[in-house]
């Protein structure tokens, strides 16, 4: 392992001004969002519409660090024979690949789950990186609920997540760890809090348990956040202030950057909450974007399956990433949502 390299490509990830597009939905959440917008998902509608964004040159150039690729898209070609990956790669952005397999029921903790992938990922790793590769992501996911989460699935989770994390590194490849504490339940920012805390507590002991070097990583982790189902719902500064205090007593200084999740909020939200959070500044990482809804909810509802569409897709896709990267240096105000990008 190069940790020097790593440790590069990690802060590239989370450069100032820049953050990651998650665009790493599975087959079937895909077909979700596109039953949404009432397209068909195939294998062209799906590649089709990862071009549309890959293709915006303003924003991959701009605003976009790297993009969180599904397997099925590392290996797919533009419409005129371009791997995808070079798309990416030409507009100076850093490819990477979502390897874990998604979630399993937890044997003796009912409705909990744990995220496998692990066989054969090794095989995999060398396989991604070959053809450009250089991030990668798993996501373990906690939910909140009466008498959940348990030790036992904030335990098997994190250590799944350090495996993952100490084989990329073995492979060359910056791991994002990405623990996603749900934000579905009627649970308060308090209830958040204290779940998030034990969850990258517990994260960050598996990762030094094994070894993982923690210059060579970028976390993923949800924001202090009430359920969306609470009664209580929090102002953005409440949101911000306590995700500050929180990160700050759970992430080490060495971690490189510090991208969110944007968890099912709103993109302007989305936006808002990362701002707050830069603008009290004095932090010892950057913080920053990989949204995954939250950065193509517009563009999906603008193009809407249709060719003729694509330039506005384009266009909604360029003006979520400019006002995330504006967040991503405290530089966003509400009113620069309106003006018309130029
Ligand atoms: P959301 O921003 O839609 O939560 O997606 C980000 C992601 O990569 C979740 O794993």
């Given at each position: 392992m190069?940790?020097?390299?790593?440790?590069?490509?990690?802060?590239?990830?989370?450069?100032?001004?820049?953050?990651?597009?998650?665009a790493?939905?599975?087959?079937?959440?895909?077909?979700?969002?596109?039953?949404?917008?009432?397209?068909?998902?195939?294998?062209?509608?799906?590649?089709?519409?990862?071009e549309m964004?890959?293709?915006?040159?303003?924003?991959?150039?701009n605003?976009?660090?790297?993009?969180?690729?599904?397997?099925?898209?590392?290996w797919?070609d533009a419409?005129?024979?371009?791997?995808?990956?070079?798309?990416?790669?030409?507009?100076?952005?850093?490819?990477?690949?979502?390897?874990?397999?998604?979630?399993?029921?937890?044997?003796?903790?009912?409705g909990?789950?744990?995220?496998?992938?692990?066989?054969?990922?090794?095989?995999?790793?060398?396989?991604?990186?070959?053809r450009?590769?250089?991030?990668?992501?798993?996501?373990?996911?906690?939910?909140?609920?009466h008498?959940?989460?348990?030790?036992?699935?904030?335990?098997?989770?994190?250590h799944?997540l350090?495996?993952?994390?100490?084989?990329c590194?073995?492979a060359?490849?910056v791991?994002i760890?990405?623990?996603?504490?749900?934000?579905?339940g009627?649970?308060?920012?308090d209830?958040?809090?204290?779940?998030?805390?034990?969850?990258?507590?517990?994260?960050?002991?598996?990762?030094?348990?094994q070894r993982?070097?923690?210059?060579?990583?970028?976390?993923?982790?949800?924001m202090?956040?009430?359920?969306?189902?609470?009664?209580?719902?929090?102002?953005?500064?409440?949101?911000?202030?306590?995700?500050?205090?929180?990160?700050?007593?759970?992430?080490?200084?060495?971690?490189?950057?510090?991208?969110?999740?944007?968890?099912?909020?709103?993109?302007?939200?989305?936006?808002?909450?990362?701002?707050?959070?830069?603008r009290?500044?004095?932090?010892?990482?950057?913080?920053?974007?990989?949204?995954?809804?939250?950065?193509?909810?517009a563009?999906?509802?603008?193009w809407?399956?249709k060719?003729?569409?694509?330039?506005?897709?384009?266009?909604?896709?360029?003006?979520?990433?400019?006002?995330n990267?504006?967040?991503?240096?405290?530089?966003?105000?509400?009113?620069?949502?309106?003006?018309?990008?130029?």
């Amino acid at each position: 392992m190069n940790l020097a390299d790593l440790n590069k490509i990690a802060r590239a990830m989370t450069a100032p001004g820049k953050g990651l597009l998650a665009a790493d939905e599975s087959g079937g959440t895909i077909k979700k969002r596109f039953d949404a917008i009432g397209v068909e998902s195939t294998e062209n509608s799906r590649r089709d519409y990862r071009e549309m964004m890959f293709r915006s040159k303003d924003a991959m150039s701009n605003f976009i660090s790297g993009v969180i690729l599904y397997d099925e898209t590392i290996w797919q070609d533009a419409a005129d024979g371009t791997p995808l990956v070079k798309l990416i790669e030409q507009a100076g952005a850093i490819p990477g690949i979502k390897v874990d397999e998604g979630t399993q029921a937890l044997p003796n903790c009912p409705g909990e789950l744990v995220t496998v992938g692990l066989d054969r990922l090794a095989e995999r790793l060398a396989k991604y990186y070959e053809r450009g590769a250089r991030f990668a992501k798993w996501r373990a996911v906690i939910d909140i609920g009466h008498g959940i989460p348990s030790m036992t699935a904030i335990s098997v989770n994190a250590h799944a997540l350090a495996r993952y994390a100490a084989l990329c590194q073995q492979a060359q490849i910056v791991p994002i760890v990405e623990p996603e504490v749900l934000m579905d339940g009627d649970h308060d920012i308090d209830r958040c809090v204290e779940i998030t805390t034990r969850v990258l507590n517990k994260t960050f002991q598996e990762l030094r348990l094994q070894r993982v070097a923690l210059e060579g990583i970028v976390l993923k982790p949800n924001m202090a956040i009430p359920g969306k189902k609470s009664p209580t719902q929090a102002s953005i500064a409440e949101v911000a202030e306590k995700t500050v205090r929180m990160l700050k007593n759970c992430v080490p200084a060495a971690v490189p950057g510090i991208a969110f999740l944007s968890g099912g909020q709103s993109g302007e939200d989305a936006t808002a909450h990362l701002d707050a959070m830069n603008r009290i500044g004095g932090l010892p990482w950057p913080l920053t974007f990989s949204y995954g809804r939250a950065l193509q909810a517009a563009p999906q509802k603008a193009w809407a399956g249709k060719t003729e569409n694509v330039a506005a897709g384009q266009q909604a896709f360029t003006h979520r990433a400019r006002m995330n990267s504006l967040a991503s240096k405290g530089e966003w105000t509400a009113d620069q949502e309106t003006k018309k990008a130029a």
